[in-house]
């Protein structure tokens, strides 16, 4: 810390690419060693830790406004303002009533503190599960490179690149080896750009432009590379710009549907509450009241809810994935997982068990050749750019058969792996001085740069003919399943300055590596499960046609139409429109075609799900509506992603899906049940209105009633889904609910009007001692009270009970069951509200005891009702295809 100077943060970008490399090591007090642990943590205090404020994450202050202040609860505040005014500060002291108002905003605290709950629970949720996917980066501490998590870097950090990796902080490059760094983040340039550690620096317009320094939210497409990192956190160029980054994600179907719907049910909320006030007004002369009935009728058709329910499901949904093994990046993302109808997925390391084993290692003629096996471990082993399966395979392979002990090799340079060429080289120096340029890839690519072959130690010229017969034992590998690479050498090789791809030419092919990489024991099934589930799946893959055929046809996908790359080359977007609607295997295809081709799904009006893990999948990834990796994919594949599998059991995307689509639909169940019956309520008072000579239920009654069915209505995340539901993929669909509200809404005021005429004929008369209009004014409020309470009781039965009709399009009870929950809460709803007529809360609310012969009433209207709308229940599916 001795020389680390106190204002390395006055450095702009010039300085620090064009100082020269001797200078940035003092500047930075780095060495070579790197910094050991108390010299890091020391330099941590110093300046934080590596870590970008985004500017999205919320306060708790912003957390809680928006928790209680949503278009739903704006609306209830103002009719509690009303309310107040008109109940207590306009009115004689002996008749001021606060309780009306007392309930709204009961109504609003219990929906924001259950939300604001259920929010908290969500971020903590969120940041313990995405605690457990870490971005490492490989970092020299103590004289060691390990991979350390990238919050912990440090400036002065010696970092270690390699294709995959994402650029973890901002670097000044001392070393590189044909590096290669994509900056779409950064400028939105989509093509790589090289950078070198030696090159003169002139001063540029735009800092990303300084080859010489690598920055964060940079990828590492090909190359290798070795810097000192010169800035962390908010001081690096990607946090400095982080203000773009502030937006708020964009909204899924989801998002957009909840607003829909809120919208249109304020709407109607406010045209019913006027039309109420208005009726009431001119009926009964009494506009204060009538304004106080409207307001009570207002609150009635808000889910004041839905906000908690949301976010309750979304949290429930996340916590059961990820006790699946699933981690939920983006929370909001679960519907669109529940939405997904094609499944595109990579071949490696997704269908595969990502456990390659080198089966064969053969020579030109398909004979075991320890020879080709040397050739490959020395290649693999001194890579030291893009990480590779198949790499560890060839080491373990050569551990096992080969005496490693008498290799006594140098390695001289490197020619790193890349997406275009297919293939990666090494040049080494034995102990006599000899050299080698020992080359493996792809076979295509392998057979273009090699001019010989060598047969039984002697090296022939790579004619036509050789190149038919070398391809044709390749295809016979492939037919089995094996992903074949090619190996050759050159020997003494001398490049004009270093080594580069241009000397990666006139090379003698020695032989094949074939590797066997199984599918996963449980892929077959989750393919079928997908399918049954109508989720269509596709392949998209880099590697050649008769290894994925092979794959296929192991895993249940149809093979009879294969598509390659090369065939996509001049397509337009009508024509790939249609040939990615009619195949389901594509083969060799670069990261480019992938992300068309799943944008080009996507334009189909598919939602689509990419599974994928390797860097040359991050493109697709982020172009589809939902991404998936694995917990050991490269970084950028895990930071592209939405969903991340914890194991590799492809059973889980199963399960993820289901739970989003269970969170989809225990939102509707509420939406619709609670719409449909608060539209059927109002109906009612709308004619009763017109009829009656005094107010079908007080406000205050009202208010009492929503509250319970509110509270009763919580439990609706924890129900059950019917399996039949989960079989296809759910979209929000306003217009829906507004079908849903026309169809069963009267169908409830068919008995709210049954139990007027009960209440105003028989029950209420028998109890008062006469007709209404008969009757003295004290006698006269007996009736109204015993009126009130009827319909009171029987709107909460109804109400409750027909959410376990509405929830299911089967019988309920019978051949679909709630869960224990919701029936508990439920019932404690109904029997709260069934009791309170007999207490002190109903006396203070209006209600009366009631006789009887009304519970009797009340089991005929209730079952009545139930079956009415198990019929109507039945021809609305029959009309619109499904309930929910």
Same mark, same amino acid.
């Given at each position: 810390m001795e020389k680390m100077i106190k204002d390395i943060k006055k450095l702009d970008y010039f300085e620090l690419a064009s100082k020269p490399i001797k200078e940035i090591w003092e500047i930075f007090n780095a060495t070579e060693e790197g910094h050991s642990s108390e010299k890091a943590d020391q330099v941590r205090e110093t300046y934080g830790d590596n870590e970008i404020d985004y500017g999205t994450e919320k306060s708790l202050w912003r957390t809680v406004v928006e928790a209680y202040f949503t278009p739903f609860t704006l609306v209830l505040f103002g009719l509690a303002f009303v309310s107040f005014l008109t109940d207590y500060v306009f009115v004689p002291v002996e008749e001021q009533e606060a309780l009306g108002a007392i309930i709204i905003v009961v109504l609003v605290l219990l929906s924001g503190t259950m939300t604001l709950i259920q929010t908290i629970r969500s971020n903590r949720s969120v940041e313990q599960l995405e605690s457990m996917v870490e971005v490492t980066s490989a970092v020299k501490r103590d004289g060691t490179y390990s991979e350390i998590r990238t919050e912990d870097i440090v400036i002065g950090d010696l970092v270690r690149l390699k294709a995959g990796d994402m650029i973890p902080a901002d670097i000044r490059l001392i070393q590189t080896k044909d590096l290669f760094i994509s900056q779409t983040s950064l400028t939105g340039e989509s093509y790589p750009v090289e950078k070198r550690a030696q090159t003169e620096i002139t001063e540029v317009t735009n800092e990303t432009g300084y080859e010489t320094l690598a920055f964060t939210g940079s990828e590492v497409v090909s190359g290798s590379a070795e810097g000192i990192v010169v800035r962390t956190g908010n001081d690096t160029l990607f946090g400095g710009i982080a203000d773009e980054f502030a937006n708020e994600p964009p909204k899924t179907s989801f998002d957009v549907g909840i607003e829909n719907t809120s919208l249109l049910l304020i709407r109607f909320m406010v045209i019913m509450a006027v039309v109420v006030i208005l009726i009431n007004g001119l009926t009964k002369g009494d506009w204060l009241q009538a304004l106080l009935f409207g307001i009570s009728i207002a609150v009635g058709l808000t889910p004041e809810?839905?906000?908690?329910?949301?976010?309750?499901?979304?949290?429930?949904?996340?916590?059961?994935?990820?006790?699946?093994?699933?981690?939920?990046?983006?929370?909001?993302?679960? #519907?669109?997982?529940?939405?997904?109808?094609?499944?595109?997925?990579?071949?490696?390391?997704?269908?595969?068990?990502?456990?390659?084993?080198?089966?064969?290692?053969?020579?030109?003629?398909?004979?075991?050749?320890?020879?080709?096996?040397?050739?490959?471990?020395? $290649?693999?082993?001194?890579?030291?750019?893009?990480? $590779?399966?198949?790499?560890?395979?060839? %080491?373990?392979?050569?551990?096992?058969?080969?005496?490693?002990?008498?290799?006594?090799?140098?390695?001289?340079?490197?020619?790193?792996?890349?997406?275009?060429?297919?293939?990666?080289?090494?040049?080494?120096?034995?102990?006599?001085?000899?050299?080698?340029?020992i080359t493996k890839g792809a076979i295509e690519e392998m057979v273009s740069v090699s001019d010989y072959v060598d047969y039984g130690g002697e090296v022939h010229e790579l004619t036509d003919e050789e190149r038919q017969h070398v391809l044709t034992q390749v295809s016979r590998l492939n037919e089995q399943g094996l992903r074949v690479l090619g190996v050759a050498q050159k020997t003494n090789p001398s490049p004009v300055d270093e080594f580069s791809v241009k000397d990666e030419a006139g090379m003698v092919l020695i032989g094949y590596l074939a590797f066997l990489d199984p599918p996963?024991?449980?892929?077959?099934?989750?393919?079928?499960?997908?399918?049954?589930?109508?989720?269509?799946?596709?392949?998209?893959?880099?590697?050649?046609?008769?290894?994925?055929? =092979?794959?296929?046809?192991q895993v249940g996908i149809p093979t009879d139409n294969v598509i390659s790359g090369d065939?996509?080359?001049?397509?337009?977007?009508?024509? /790939? =429109?249609?040939?990615?609607?009619?195949?389901?295997?594509?083969?060799?295809?670069?990261?480019? #075609?992938?992300?068309?081709?799943?944008?080009? /799904?996507?334009? $189909?009006?598919?939602?689509?799900g990419f599974l994928g893990d390797g860097i040359n999948d991050s493109p697709a990834l982020r172009a589809s509506d939902v991404g998936i990796s694995v917990d050991n994919a490269v970084d950028i594949a895990k930071e592209s992603a939405d969903i991340i599998l914890l194991e590799k059991d492809l059973m889980i995307l199963e399960k993820g899906i289901l739970a989003g689509r269970?969170?989809?639909?225990?939102?509707?169940?509420? +939406?619709?049940?609670?719409? =449909?019956?608060?539209?059927? $309520? %109002?109906? =009612?008072?709308?004619?009763?209105?017109?009829?009656?000579?005094?107010?079908?239920?007080?406000?205050?009654?009202?208010?009492?009633?929503g509250l319970i069915y509110e509270i009763s209505s919580m439990s609706i995340p924890w129900d059950n889904m019917d399996k039949e539901y989960l079989y296809t993929p759910k979209k929000w669909e306003a217009a829906g609910i507004q079908k849903f509200m026309v169809w069963f809404g009267p169908t409830s005021s068919i008995f709210d009007v049954t139990t007027f005429l009960i209440m105003f004929l028989f029950v209420a008369p028998n109890l008062a001692g006469g007709s209404y209009q008969s009757l003295g004014a004290e006698q006269q409020e007996?009736?109204?009270?015993?009126?009130?309470?009827?319909?009171?009781? %029987?709107?909460?039965?109804?109400?409750?009970?027909?959410?376990?009709?509405?929830?299911?399009?089967?019988?309920?009870?019978?051949?679909?069951?709630?869960?224990?929950?919701?029936?508990?809460?439920?019932?404690?709803?109904? +029997?709260?509200?069934? %009791?309170?007529?007999?207490?002190?809360?109903?006396?203070?609310?209006?209600?009366?005891?009631?006789?009887?012969?009304?519970?009797? +009433?009340?089991?005929?209207?209730? +079952?009545?009702?139930?079956?009415?709308?198990q019929i109507i229940k039945k021809v609305y599916i029959k009309r619109h295809g499904e309930l929910l």
């Open positions: 809810m839905l906000p908690m329910i949301v976010t309750t499901n979304l949290v429930k949904g996340a916590n059961d994935m990820a006790q699946e093994g699933t981690i939920v990046r983006n929370l909001h993302g679960i #519907q669109n997982f529940g939405a997904i109808d094609v499944l595109v997925t990579d071949k490696t390391g997704t269908l595969t068990q990502d456990n390659i084993v080198l089966q064969y290692h053969l020579d030109i003629d398909g004979e075991d050749s320890d020879r080709v096996l040397r050739h490959a471990y020395l $290649n693999s082993y001194y890579q030291t750019g893009l990480g $590779n399966l198949m790499d560890k395979a060839i %080491v373990m392979a050569s551990e096992e058969q080969l005496d490693l002990t008498q290799y006594n090799y140098t390695k001289i340079d490197e020619i790193p792996f890349d997406f275009e060429r297919r293939r990666l080289s090494v040049v080494v120096e034995d102990s006599t001085g000899k050299t080698q340029m996963k024991e449980s892929t077959k099934e989750a393919i079928q499960a997908l399918n049954d589930h109508a989720v269509d799946v596709k392949i998209m893959t880099g590697d050649n046609e008769l290894v994925t055929i =092979s794959v296929a046809n065939q996509l080359i001049n397509k337009t977007d009508e024509e /790939l =429109s249609k040939i990615v609607e009619e195949n389901n295997l594509f083969v060799k295809l670069n990261p480019t #075609q992938k992300s068309k081709l799943v944008g080009i /799904l996507r334009g $189909n009006g598919h939602v689509v269970k969170v989809f639909g225990n939102t509707m169940k509420y +939406i619709k049940a609670t719409t =449909s019956s608060n539209f059927g $309520n %109002v109906f =009612s008072v709308l004619v009763a209105s017109i009829f009656l000579p005094f107010l079908p239920m007080l406000p205050i009654q009202l208010l009492f009633l007996v009736f109204v009270s015993v009126f009130q309470s009827g319909w009171f009781i %029987v709107s909460l039965w109804t109400q409750t009970l027909v959410l376990y009709t509405l929830r299911t399009p089967k019988i309920p009870f019978v051949e679909s069951y709630p869960s224990f929950i919701m029936t508990t809460i439920t019932s404690l709803g109904i +029997i709260i509200g069934s %009791v309170a007529p007999y207490t002190e809360l109903g006396t203070a609310l209006g209600l009366a005891p009631l006789p009887g012969s009304f519970w009797l +009433i009340l089991a005929v209207t209730v +079952i009545a009702y139930l079956i009415l709308v």
